[in-house]
């Protein structure tokens, strides 16, 4: 098994109220966690500040999106240094939805990744094929351009890995209950983290957090976390169950 920190995220999404929220966050809080293993829950925007305030400090909060630029003219939208403001660390940026319902490119992906780690945020940045795309076999050449449009971005600009967590999300594997098997999980992140070592660097793809998305629960988290280059998980339907612990303590 690899030094890397265990990292287990959940996405809310546009789910839950203050008062389910508030009653997952108090089962949180109250288990027993591994603390081997880094968590962080992606809450709605509105909720931000919730979340921060009621969630145990030994759990991050995550935002689900932020734009690219600091402030300005741009209704509807927030930036990192708000949500630092609300004492939250991470964003999660290049959601398989922001991409296909919100129609986001990989180029805008990459400039927000870009002003999201200049302003000192952690980014969950997410990758990942459609099935149409796997079955025409083009997997890795899609899920290496989107890694090269947040690879380029963290190499020219901002030269820290160290709060980059890589979520190879496949769409197909999304919401659907149809989890990618540990060998499908594993064989696309050992080509990632080849990629990273050939495109980036040594040093880079032996730390960098490679994190397996879609229809994880707390019945096939053990087999998928016991890949070798499987660093953890982004959890979106199953991180608002407390089944969630049982994932955050895979490796436990
Ligand atoms: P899911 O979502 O666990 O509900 O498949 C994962 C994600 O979208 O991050």
């Given at each position: 098994m690899s030094s890397r920190k265990f990292f287990v995220g959940g996405n809310w999404k546009m789910n839950?109220?203050?008062?389910?929220?508030?009653?997952?966050i108090t089962t949180l809080n109250t288990a027993s966690l591994n603390d081997e293993t880094e968590v962080v829950c992606g809450a709605p925007t509105v909720y931000l500040d919730f979340a921060r305030s009621n969630l145990d400090a030994r759990m991050g909060v995550a935002a689900q999106n932020c734009y690219k630029v600091a402030k300005g003219a741009f209704t509807g939208e927030i930036?990192?240094?708000?949500?630092?403001?609300?004492?939250?660390?991470?964003?999660?940026?290049?959601?398989s939805e922001r991409?296909?319902?919100?129609?986001?490119?990989?180029?805008?992906i990459g400039q927000k990744v870009a002003h999201a780690l200049e302003s000192g945020l952690g980014v969950i940045a997410c990758i990942g094929?459609?099935?149409?795309?796997r079955e025409a076999g083009t997997t890795e050449e899609v899920v290496y351009a989107q890694t090269q449009?947040?690879?380029?971005?963290v190499v020219d600009n901002v030269k820290d890995?160290?709060?980059?967590?890589?979520?190879?999300?496949?769409?197909w594997a999304i919401g659907t209950g149809k989890t990618a098997s540990?060998?499908?999980?594993?064989?696309?992140?050992?080509k990632l983290r080849e990629w990273m070592r050939v495109n980036v660097s040594e040093a880079v793809a032996d730390s960098v957090r490679i994190i397996y998305g879609g229809s994880v629960t707390g019945a096939n988290c053990k087999e998928l976390?016991?890949?070798n280059d499987v660093d953890g998980f982004l959890v979106g339907g199953a991180s608002l169950k407390p089944e969630f612990v049982d994932i955050i303590n895979a490796r436990a």
């Open positions: 839950g109220d203050k008062k389910s929220l508030g009653d997952l930036s990192p240094v708000m949500i630092k403001d609300c004492g939250v660390e991470w964003v999660i940026l290049g959601h991409r296909h319902v919100f129609g986001e490119s990989d180029e805008l094929e459609k099935l149409e795309e449009a947040i690879a380029v971005v890995w160290s709060k980059v967590v890589l979520a190879y999300e496949p769409v540990p060998e499908q999980a594993q064989e696309v992140h050992e976390g016991s890949q």
